[in-house]
């Protein structure tokens, strides 16, 4: 059995927050960065990070060492456009999906859906955390391989209401998906509250 592969999509316009959300300070690295360091410091042996709008912007300011780093040319697309993307370079192992706007991800959380994918592979596994669901997302080989007849405009969120997605339960909240400047003022007062 194929061991999870990480997938951070990266490669959105960013359009409600007005420039590359990926590159706004967070700790002591940007919101993406932060992603990718929590990855990093997860049991992932291997990470895709997809990018398409600022590709250029991101890859000279954030480190990718040890990434594998592959473009959507058509941005626009939306999300899926991107996880297809990711899924070709996956192969026919599961994936761990994160998102690169949500800075705050515990690598413990994403150890957790490894480990529940050794115990028992599931089709799709989603974190459940006190306030609500969200990501990481974890999506067995045979989904990620019919991603492409999926359609509507959050094609991946409708799977999550589906009888066959699981839920992986943990004790923390929801990380902040930082969309706007509001998000992003979020993001960090929850940090600094942490701190």
């Given amino acids: 059995m194929s061991h999870p592969v990480g997938v951070i999509l990266a490669a959105g316009l960013a359009t409600r927050m007005g ?3 990926q590159l706004l300070p967070y700790r002591d690295t940007t919101v993406l960065g932060s992603v990718i360091a929590a990855a990093r410091a997860s049991r992932l042996e291997r990470v895709i990070l997809v990018l398409g709008a600022y590709r250029d912007e991101v890859e000279a300011a954030v480190d ?3 990434v594998a780093v ?3 040319p058509e941005p626009e697309r939306g999300n899926l456009s991107s996880l297809l993307i990711a899924g070709a370079e996956a192969g026919d192992a599961p994936i761990v999906l994160l998102m690169g706007d949500m800075p705050g991800i515990a690598p413990a959380v994403i150890d957790a859906h490894i480990a529940a994918w050794d115990e028992s592979p599931a089709w799709m596994r989603v974190t459940e955390y006190h306030d609500g669901r969200g990501h990481p997302f974890l999506l067995a080989p045979d989904l990620v391989a019919g ?3 999926l359609e509507g405009p959050k094609p991946l969120w409708a799977l999550t ?4 997605a699981e839920s992986l339960v943990v004790d923390e909240p929801m ?3 930082v969309d706007t400047p509001e998000d992003y ?4 007062a929850r ?3 942490d701190s």
């Fill in 19 to 21: 420039r590359p959300k």
């Fill in 64 to 66: 990718t060492v040890g």
């Fill in 70 to 72: 592959v473009h959507n």
């Fill in 147 to 149: 991603l492409s007849e």
């Fill in 161 to 164: 209401q589906m009888p066959a």
């Fill in 175 to 177: 990380p902040v998906d």
């Fill in 185 to 188: 003022g979020e993001a960090l």
């Fill in 191 to 193: 940090d600094a509250a």
